[in-house]
Nanobody, 118 residues
Framework: QVQLVESGGGLVQPGGSLRLSCAAS????????MSWYRQGPGKERELVAA????????SYADSVKGRFTISRDNAKNTVDLQMNRLKPEDTTVYYC???????????WGQGTQVTVSS
């Protein structure tokens, strides 16, 4: 059974930091590109950060460049999102996403809420 379980969300003050983690199981994690998305109420899901299967290539949305860092540990089947200098506009639900384009397999986590507020 495929599972992507996010953790680490919560309430933080503006300027603070959070580290999201996604634990994967049930598929060949090291073969999949991993991403973090976020989606606010009434908004489309937005790609925040992505990392390739080996972990050597990353990309970020312009809105989070220089503040967020995506990383993965293929030995532990985890992908993390370190979020620094958080802003109120970062408040939303964050989702972990696994993709293997060649196999046509795509998986979503259940999401974790991040709230940035004083």
């Amino acid at each position: 059974q495929v599972q992507l379980v996010e953790s680490g969300g919560g309430l933080v003050q503006p300027g603070g930091s959070l580290r999201l983690s996604c634990a994967a199981s049930g598929f060949a994690f090291s073969s999949y590109a991993m991403s973090w998305y976020r989606q606010g109420p009434g908004k489309e899901r937005e790609l925040v950060a992505a990392i390739n299967s080996a972990g050597g290539i990353t990309s970020y949305a312009d809105s989070v460049k220089g503040r967020f860092t995506i990383s993965r540990d293929n030995a532990k089947n985890t992908v993390d999102l370190q979020m620094n200098r958080l802003k109120p506009e970062d408040t939303t639900v964050y989702y972990c996403y696994a993709a293997h384009a060649l196999l046509g397999r795509y998986y979503w986590g259940q999401g974790t809420q991040v709230t940035v507020s004083s």
